[in-house]
């Protein structure tokens, strides 16, 4: 699953490829973009720096080229039918420092995010307009995301 800002001129139809490209990569790849991408199970492409495992990357692409600016491996648990579980929190402030939070087993905000990347989303983005929000894909696994908030 990916939570995504971008300005790509597609606007509101703008849609990457399926299955590991998560909505946001592929042929037609969301551009510029910045994403938190949440590995709920590994999809095993290169271009998205997935190495296995569940993991947390936050990437941005502008210029066609996809740069990874940080990544947590190891992030979610799994639950009894070896789904990931949990809640996720993402926050942006004004000082350009992007946190994310992470609780696998409760539904509090912990008081410590999973990892904390500078990032100036207004050298990526031009003027005051974005598009914001979630995209997923599955293979063979199955998925269910619920309870989800923005």
Known sequence: MAFVIHQDPRGSKALGGAGGSLGF???QAINPGFIVELDTQPSGGKELMDQGGRNLHILVRK?????EISETQNYMRTDTDGLATGRVWIHYCSTQTLRVYLNN???A???APVTTTQVNLNDLFVGQSVYLGLTAST????????????
Request: proline share 8%; charged share 20%; hydrophobic share 20%.
């Open 63 to 67: 210029n066609q080229v996809l740069t």
């Open 109 to 111: 905000k912990p008081a």
């Open 139 to 150: 293979s063979s696994q199955k998925t269910d995301k619920q309870d989800m908030t923005i």
């Open 25 to 27: 990569h592929g042929p």
């Open 105 to 107: 087993t409760g539904t």
